[in-house]
C-alpha cells in the first residue's frame, strides 16, 4: 500500500473536540490505509509517495451514512406515483404496497440475488462519497430471511470497497403471518426475535446493532424495551426508529435503554429530547425521508443543537420512503429544511454519523491515525456542495489509503 | 454519420398529439442525425446499422431545459448559507448579493472566462440527458456585457454538443449606474435596452428571445410592455419571468404580446391562467427555485392543468437561486411539490419544455423527422427517474444521431 500526500487542499474539514473545523494550509500524508499526519505544506516529507494534487480544492473525510436499508429487493416507483396522486399510507397498504411489498419481494429472492441486488447500489454511494454505510435487515420478517438478508450483507462487506456496519431489524414490521386476530400473533413473532433471531445472528457474528421500528401501529415502547434489552443482553449495540410520526415515547425508550442512536425524531417531544441528551444518544436525522414523503413536517434539528444534541443525517436509503444513494442531495435538504448550516450538515455525515456508528475513533475525522477514507471534491469549499445540488461533486474518493 | 438502430427498448416515451405516450415492443431507426422510423421488433432493417442493445431500458427524447441563466462567473454559496440563517432578500442585497453581485463578477470577466467558466456545467447537463439548454444572458445589464455574454453563447453553442438556445435578457435588473433617485434613471436604462441593446442583439442575430423580469420591484407591466413590443418589432420572440412573487399582471401581460412563454407563475391568479390559455402562452415552472429559495410556495401546476395549459419544467439554473445541472432532481421536485406525475412531469421537460423554446417540429419527442437527441436511462419504466432521487439515472445520451 502505498504512501500519499494530498497537496494543495483548498480547504480541510476535520474533527476537533467533537466540532467540525475549517482549515487551510494543510497538507495530508497517508500511509498503510491510514492517515499519518496532517501538516503545514514542506512540513511532511515527499520521499516515497504518490503525490495528489488537490489543486485548491475541498478535502473532507469521507462520508458516513449511519441509517440505510440497502438489502432490498426490487423498487415501488408505484408507490411513489399513487402518494402523489394523493394516496395514504393505508391505501397504499391496501393496494399491496409499503414494507411488506418488499418483504414479499425479499423472500422470493435468494442470497446470491440480494448480494446482485445491491451491488451497484454501493458503487454507486462510493461514487458519490460514502465509504462508510449501515445497512439494516428488515424485509425477511422471518429466521430464514433476516440471516439470509445478513448473511448477504456480510459477502458484500467482504466484496466490495464501501465498509458496511449491520444492523439486524427483525422488528421493522410484524409479517403477514403473525397479523392474524389473535392478540398473541403479536407475541408470538416478538417471541421469535427474542428466541431465534437475535440468538442466530449473534452466533454468527452477523450485526453490531440491533434496531426496532417503535411507532403507533407498529412496535409499542412496552414490546421495543423487551426486545432491545434481550438484544442488549446478547451483546449488540441499539438503535430505534422513533417518533417518526407521533411522540410516544421511543426518544425516552432510548435513552432508558442506553441506545448509541435514535432515528427519524420528526415528532420528537422536548422531554425525549433532554433524556437523549442526558443519556449521550446521537440523534439520526432523515430529512429525506420527509421530503419524498411529500410532506412538509421535518425533524426539530435546531431544537435539538440548542439542547446540545449533535444531529448525524443519513439517507435511509430504501425502496419505499428514500430512493437515494447520495448523502449529497440529503446535505441540501439538510440545510433548506432542518436549516443546519453547511459546516453543520457536514458534522452529521462524518463526526456526528461515526458517532452513531460506535466508530469516533476510526472514521469521520482526518486526524492522525485515523482510517485514510477521503474525498476530493470539484469545490472550493464545503458549501458548494450543499449548494450545488442534484449533481455528484465528487472529484476523487480515497478508500483506505487507496485511490479509488 | 452512421446509421443505428435501438434494439430492446424496455418502455418508449413519444409524443402524440401534444402529450406523451408510453409504448412497448418499438424500435428507434437513426439516420442522418434524424430519427427515421419508429417500428416494432422486426420490422426495421438492421441493414448497415450499429446495434444499441437497450436492454429492456427506458428510452425517452433527450430533455429540453427551457429556463437557464447558465452565463454567470462565479459562485454565490455565501448567500445559500445566509438565507438558511435567515437572512431575506433585502439584508442578502445590503450584504452585496443578489443578481447585482452577478453583475459585478460578470462584468470583471471576458468573453473568454465566460466560455471557460461554462463549459463543464454544460458537458454536466449533457452527462444528465439534457440536449437542448435555453440560456438568458442578464447578468451584464449594459450594452457591453450583455453582447459579451451573448457572443459566449454563440461561441459555447459551436464548439460543444448540447443546442443552446439564446434569450436576451437585459431587462433582468436595473444595473447599480441607473439605480439612483432620479426617477428618470429607470427610463434611461430602459431606452437603452429598446434604443441600443435590442438593435445591437438583432443585428449580430445573438437570440431568439428577449425576456423581462416583470416583478414588484423590478420591471413593472408598463415598463415590460414597452420592452416587449419593442423586441417583438426587432423580430425576437418573447418570455417573461412573471409572477414569481406577486400576481402584477406578468400573466396577462404575456397574453397580451403572444409571448411564447411567461415562466416562474408562482402566484399566478386565475384570470391569468385563463389569459395563458387563450393566448396559448406555455407556462414554464421552476419547482427547484421555490426548493431552493427554503419556500414552501409552489406554482399552482394542477390548477393549470385542469385548466388546459400544458405546463414545461426547467431547472432554472443560476448561481442565486437554484445552483444545478440536473433536470432529473428537477423531476422528483415537481412530481413531489407540483403534484405532477412522472408521465406530466416528463411531458415537461420533452413536449412542453420544446414547444416553450418554439422548436416542437424538431426536439422533444421521438418521430420521425425529429432530431436524433435520445436518452436511454438505467431504468425499467419512466416511474423510477423521479423515485430515484439525488442521483444520475442516465445510461447512454445520443446527440445528433450519434453517441455521447
Given at each position: ?211 426496532v421500528f417503535t411507532e403507533?401501529?407498529?412496535f409499542t415502547v412496552a414490546e421495543s424495551e423487551k426486545i432491545l434489552t434481550?438484544?442488549s ?5 441499539l438503535k430505534l426508529h422513533a417518533e417518526?410520526?407521533?411522540p410516544i415515547g421511543g426518544a425516552e425508550l432510548a435513552a432508558r435503554v442506553n441506545a448509541?442512536?435514535a ?5 420528537i417531544?422536548?422531554e425525549g429530547?433532554?433524556s437523549m441528551?442526558?443519556a449521550?444518544v ?123
Amino acid at each position: 500500500m502505498n504512501k500519499i500526500l494530498i497537496k494543495n487542499i483548498g480547504e480541510l474539514l476535520t474533527g476537533r473536540e467533537g466540532s467540525l473545523e475549517v482549515l487551510h494550509d494543510k497538507e495530508l500524508l497517508l500511509s498503510g490505509g491510514k492517515i499519518v499526519s496532517v501538516g503545514k505544506p514542506g512540513e511532511l516529507s515527499e520521499t516515497g509517495c504518490e503525490i495528489i494534487d488537490a489543486d485548491n480544492s475541498l478535502v473532507t473525510p469521507g462520508l458516513v451514512d449511519p441509517h440505510t436499508h440497502l438489502i432490498f429487493f426490487g423498487t415501488r416507483e408505484d408507490e411513489f406515483e399513487m402518494r402523489i396522486k394523493g394516496a395514504d399510507y393505508m391505501e397504499i397498504a391496501a393496494a399491496g404496497g409499503g414494507i411488506r411489498k418488499s418483504v414479499r419481494m425479499l423472500r422470493d429472492a435468494s442470497e446470491d440475488d440480494l448480494v446482485e441486488h445491491s451491488l451497484p447500489f454501493l458503487d454507486n454511494m462510493l461514487k458519490h462519497g460514502t465509504t462508510t454505510v449501515e445497512v439494516k435487515s428488515g424485509y425477511g420478517l422471518s429466521l430464514k430471511d433476516e440471516l439470509k438478508s445478513l448473511r448477504a450483507l456480510k459477502r458484500l462487506n467482504e466484496m466490495q470497497k464501501v465498509d458496511l456496519v449491520p444492523t439486524f431489524l427483525g422488528a421493522h414490521e410484524f409479517p403477514d403471518e403473525y397479523r392474524g386476530a389473535h392478540s398473541t400473533d403479536r407475541e408470538k413473532y416478538i417471541e421469535i426475535i427474542i428466541n431465534e433471531m437475535i440468538p442466530a445472528v449473534v452466533e454468527e457474528r452477523l450485526a453490531e446493532f440491533c434496531d426496532v421500528f417503535t411507532e403507533e401501529g407498529v412496535f409499542t415502547v412496552a414490546e421495543s424495551e423487551k426486545i432491545l434489552t434481550a438484544a442488549s443482553d446478547a451483546g449488540l449495540g441499539l438503535k430505534l426508529h422513533a417518533e417518526e410520526f407521533e411522540p410516544i415515547g421511543g426518544a425516552e425508550l432510548a435513552a432508558r435503554v442506553n441506545a448509541t442512536s435514535a432515528d427519524h425524531l420528526v415528532a420528537i417531544s422536548d422531554e425525549g429530547i433532554r433524556s437523549m441528551k442526558e443519556a449521550d444518544v446521537t440523534p439520526v436525522l432523515l430529512p429525506g425521508t420527509t421530503f419524498f414523503l411529500g410532506s412538509d413536517r421535518y425533524a426539530p434539528a435546531r431544537k435539538m443543537i440548542e439542547a446540545g444534541l449533535k444531529p448525524a443525517i443519513a439517507t435511509d436509503f430504501n425502496p419505499g420512503s428514500s430512493m437515494t444513494e447520495s448523502l449529497q442531495i440529503i446535505l441540501t435538504i439538510a440545510c433548506l429544511k432542518l436549516k443546519l448550516t453547511p459546516l453543520e450538515a457536514f458534522e452529521g455525515v462524518t463526526l456526528n454519523a461515526a458517532k452513531a456508528l460506535n466508530r469516533s475513533d476510526s472514521i469521520g475525522s482526518l486526524e492522525a491515525g485515523m482510517k485514510a477514507d477521503i474525498v476530493i471534491w470539484n469545490a472550493d469549499n464545503h458549501k458548494q456542495i450543499p449548494y450545488h445540488y442534484g449533481v455528484n461533486n465528487v472529484r476523487t474518493v480515497i478508500k483506505g489509503g487507496e485511490v479509488v
